[in-house]
């Protein structure tokens, strides 16, 4: 696969998790694995997801504008960007919000999250 599907199919595979099942994104992310979401660095799998089901929403709905991708480093990991919105259940307006994976490649040929940096857009 070339880094554009592969980095296609990580966003359809993450959002879709996130929206549905947030705990299952844990496999996604290891002990080194660092998000910063607006601004908060958390660090290691169980954190990340702790993080990220105890957000004060329960269902959402993220609807994705741009990917974009870069090869990162010699071990063939990948840069990606996203941005688009977000619709939390129950609110009128949708958020806008990029986010920003970099993908390391694991031995058995899948590929786990590194860094996760996440940014809602005020206008």
Do not use: W
């Amino acid at each position: 696969m070339n880094p554009d599907e592969v980095s296609k199919a990580f966003v359809e595979h993450y959002y879709s998790t996130f929206d549905s099942n947030r705990s299952a994104l844990a496999n996604l992310y290891q002990d080194g694995s660092m998000l910063t979401f607006e601004g908060q660095k958390i660090q290691g799998s169980p954190n990340i997801v702790a993080k990220l089901t105890s957000l004060p929403f329960q269902q959402c709905k993220h609807h994705i504008t741009t990917v974009d991708c870069q090869p990162s480093g010699p071990s063939g990991g990948m840069l990606v960007f996203v941005s688009g919105n977000l619709q939390i259940s129950g609110e009128q307006h949708a958020l806008k919000f990029s986010q920003m994976f970099h993908l390391i490649p694991t031995p058995q040929g899948s590929f786990y999250v590194l860094n996760d940096i996440f940014r809602l857009n005020y206008a």
